[in-house]
T-cell receptor, first 110, second 114 residues
Framework: GENVEQHPSTLSVQEGDSAVIKCTYSDSASNYFPWYKQELGKRPQLIIDIRSNVGEKKDQRIAVTLNKTAKHFSLHITETQPEDSAVYFCAASIKDDMRFGAGTRLTVKP | DADVTQTPRNRITKTGKRIMLECSQTKGHDRMYWYRQDPGLGLRLIYYSFDVKDINKGEISDGYSVSRQAQAKFSLSLESAIPNQTALYFC?????????????FGSGTRLTVV
């Protein structure tokens, strides 16, 4: 089945800097790649997603890129703010069979 | 608001006890899931159901069972709880098809087995 690896496991940046989280997947049939943000004590919530027919998608300060050939995708957060501090999960899905990465704990220092 | 509700939010139970975690949703989604979250291990799938008559094992189903009582309700049971089942449990729903946007998660149940 699908295997998703996520790096780094922890990331600390200064407020205003950019943060990048990377994921790789194993099954080339995966066609949907969501990113979830989980704040402390709360549920994971979808923040951005990309489908396999698109290479890049942007929503304000966050963007996701997808390289199907290399089977990796990345989350980019620009101009980070303290409220961006959370655990971020990537996932890869084939027909709603979704596998999650292990998560990245992002800390944005004021 | 349409949402996914889990009960209880927190539970402490003793080793060997049977416990049920409940999930209900008002999103009208057919597909429901139970995940377990452990630190550093992300989200792991326990069981999933694509409709009322469909139940499927996930990657870590041993020690767990589920019941899909209705489209809106999906319960997870630990028949005889053990300490390594201490974790955060999430229910999730989804609706496949055009416009698919992944899962909507419930608020979670923090279970401690002592």
């Amino acid at each position: 089945g699908e295997n998703v690896e996520q790096h780094p496991s922890t990331l600390s940046v200064q407020e205003g800097d950019s943060a990048v989280i990377k994921c790789t997947y194993s099954d080339s049939a995966s066609n949907y790649f969501p990113w979830y943000k989980q704040e402390l004590g709360k549920r994971p919530q979808l923040i951005i997603d990309i489908r396999s027919n698109v290479g890049e998608k942007k929503d304000q300060r966050i963007a996701v890129t997808l390289n199907k050939t290399a089977k990796h995708f990345s989350l980019h957060i620009t101009e980070t703010q303290p409220e961006d501090s959370a655990v971020y999960f990537c996932a890869a899905s084939i027909k709603d069979d979704m596998r999650f990465g292990a998560g990245t704990r992002l800390t944005v220092k004021p | 608001d349409a949402d996914v509700t889990q009960t209880p939010r927190n539970r402490i139970t003793k080793t060997g006890k049977r416990i049920m975690l409940e999930c209900s949703q008002t999103k009208g989604h057919d597909r429901m899931y139970w995940y377990r979250q452990d630190p550093g291990l992300g989200l792991r799938l326990i069981y999933y159901s694509f409709d009322v008559k469909d139940i499927n094992k996930g990657e870590i189903s041993d020690g767990y069972s589920v019941s899909r009582q209705a489209q809106a309700k999906f319960s997870l049971s630990l028949e005889s709880a053990i300490p390594n089942q201490t974790a955060l449990y999430f229910c999730a729903t989804s609706e496949p098809g055009q416009g698919y946007r992944g899962y909507t998660f419930g608020s979670g149940t923090r279970l401690t087995v002592v």
